[in-house]
């Protein structure tokens, strides 16, 4: 992990910071690593939270399969040991957070998931060969436009956060791992 020194603090980032240690028991180190330059991190933390939280006719589960497909594709430690942790939790199903770790296909998934996650994956993987096709799939399998743009969108997020873990060798919280098993 890159050695950069943590911002003061400012009063709205100490208080979610606090909101993290009272949900959480710590603070996600991916915060702790933004905390060098507060307006990124509170750029990060914004994009975040609107789209893995805010309303959306995806669940919350739905985007923490995206989150944790889009970092199995890019092989991200980070992202994976979190964002499994959240699957189990979500779902109440520790085999299904192994599974979407290690290769979701595995996981004999409904169609609305499966569909979902391919396209994830394929926007990852192969990003200039997405085509109507694939969108037209992601209809038939019952999503609305609005639920595609936040496929997309968590999809590139993703992409992005993953990045950033890999290139600055971002660690997880030991806690991650033993979460929801």
């Known amino acids: 992990m890159l050695d950069l020194p943590a911002a003061d603090l400012d009063a709205e ?39 893995m939280l805010a309303p959306s006719g995806l669940s919350k589960l739905e985007r923490e399969m995206i989150a944790v497909v889009v970092s199995s594709a890019n092989r991200c430690y980070y ?16 085999v299904l957070g192994e599974l979407m770790v290690m290769n979701y296909r595995a996981a004999r998934l409904p169609a609305r998931h499966a569909a979902m996650l391919d396209f994830a994956w394929k926007l990852t993987e192969t990003p200039h060969a997405v085509v109507d096709a694939d969108r037209a ?45």
């Open 13 to 51: 980032t100490a208080a979610y910071f606090q909101k993290c240690m009272e949900k959480l028991g710590f603070i996600p180190n991916v915060l702790a690593a933004y905390a060098h330059d507060l307006a990124k991190l509170k750029a990060f933390a914004a994009m975040y939270n609107d789209l």
């Open 79 to 94: 992202c994976l040991a979190a964002h499994g942790a959240a699957v189990r939790q979500l779902s109440g199903d520790p």
């Open 137 to 181: 799939a992601l209809t038939a399998a019952g999503f609305s436009d609005r639920d595609i743009w936040d496929i997309v969108a968590v999809t590139g997020f993703f992409n992005m956060s993953n990045r950033i873990g890999i290139g600055t060798d971002m660690r997880p919280n030991a806690e991650y791992h033993a979460q929801a098993r």
